[in-house]
C-alpha cells in the first residue's frame, strides 16, 4: 500500500445509517469519492441524483429492531458483503422548556436515551455477524462534545437551542459502547471507533439561525467558527480506511478546540 493509495475505499461496502441527513450526507458523499459502495439506511431518501450507480438508498428506522434487521439483509444481498458501519443516525426528546433536568417525563427521558445510544447498539448488534463473516471491518460511531462535557447554558439563552440532559448521558453511553465493543470485538478483527463532533448547527432549521447564539458558538471554539459538514469527513474516512488499520477503542474529536480550553 502507498501513501496515495491508503485512504482509498475501493470495494468496500459501507453502510451509513442516517446517510440521507445533514451530516450523514457528507459522509456518504465523501465515502463515495474515495471508491465505496453506500448503503443510505434512512427513514428518507435525500437527492444524491449525481451519485447514482454508487450508492443504495434502503429504508431503514433505527429505533424498529426488524427494520435494522432487513436493511442489513438486503445490503448483503445487494453487494454480497458488508465491511464498514458508520453509526451516524440519531433522534432526540425532551427539547424546549419541559426538557430541563427538574421538568422531563421518563417517556422523555427513556426516548431521547434510546435515541442517542440505543440506535447505536442495535445497529451494531446485527451488523457483527456480517462483519464476522466478512473476515472483519471496521465500525465508526457518532458521539458529541455534549457527552464529554456540559452545554453552557449561558450561551443558549432564547435561542430555543437548549440541548437536554438525556442527549448528552446518552453521547457519553456512546463513548463507552465503543471502548467495550473494541475490546470484545478485536478477536474477530472488527475495530470499533467513534468520532465526537463540536458545534456542527444545521442553519436548515429556524431555531440555529439566531445570529447572537452563533456568535457565541464561534467564541467557545479555539478556530473561532462552528464546524460546517465538510469538517467530519476526512475524520469517518480514516476511521474506516485502512490507514487506521492499528486503531480501535479511540475517538477523535473534531470540535474547533471547544473541549481543549
Not at 451519485?51 to 438508498?57: A, S, V
Not at 471491518?137 to 447554558?153: E, K, R, T
Request: glycine letters at 12%.
Amino acid at each position: 500500500m502507498t501513501n496515495s493509495t491508503i485512504f482509498s475505499l475501493e470495494g468496500k461496502v459501507v453502510i451509513i445509517t442516517g446517510g440521507s441527513g445533514y451530516l450523514g450526507s457528507a459522509v456518504t458523499k465523501g465515502m463515495i469519492s474515495c471508491g465505496a459502495q453506500v448503503v443510505i439506511a434512512d427513514k428518507m431518501e435525500t437527492d444524491l441524483s449525481e451519485l447514482h450507480g454508487k450508492r443504495t438508498w434502503i429504508p431503514c428506522d433505527v429505533s424498529d429492531t426488524a427494520s435494522i434487521q432487513e436493511m442489513f439483509r438486503q445490503a448483503k444481498e445487494h453487494f454480497g458483503h458488508i465491511d464498514a458501519l458508520v453509526n451516524c443516525a440519531a433522534f432526540g426528546a425532551g427539547f424546549g422548556p419541559s426538557g430541563t433536568v427538574d421538568r422531563m417525563s421518563d417517556e422523555d427521558w427513556w426516548k431521547g436515551l434510546d435515541g442517542a445510544l440505543g440506535t447505536v447498539f442495535r445497529c451494531t448488534r446485527e451488523a457483527v455477524p456480517y462483519l464476522k463473516e466478512n473476515g472483519g471491518g471496521s465500525i465508526v460511531n457518532f458521539a458529541s462534545m455534549y457527552g464529554v462535557v456540559s452545554p453552557d447554558p449561558r450561551i443558549y439563552g432564547d435561542s430555543g437551542a437548549n440541548n437536554p440532559a438525556n442527549y448528552g448521558a446518552g453521547k457519553a453511553g456512546v463513548l463507552q459502547y465503543t471502548r467495550y465493543c473494541a475490546a470484545h470485538l478485536s478477536e474477530f478483527n472488527i475495530r470499533v471507533n467513534s468520532v465526537t463532533p463540536g458545534p456542527f448547527p444545521n442553519l436548515h432549521k429556524q431555531v440555529n439561525r439566531n445570529d447572537a447564539f452563533q456568535q457565541k458558538l464561534k467564541e467557545k471554539t479555539m478556530l473561532g467558527r462552528v464546524g460546517v459538514p465538510a469538517d467530519i469527513v476526512g475524520p469517518v474516512i480514516l476511521l474506516v480506511s485502512d490507514a487506521s488499520a492499528f486503531m480501535t477503542g479511540s475517538d477523535i474529536t473534531v470540535d474547533g478546540g471547544w473541549t481543549a480550553w
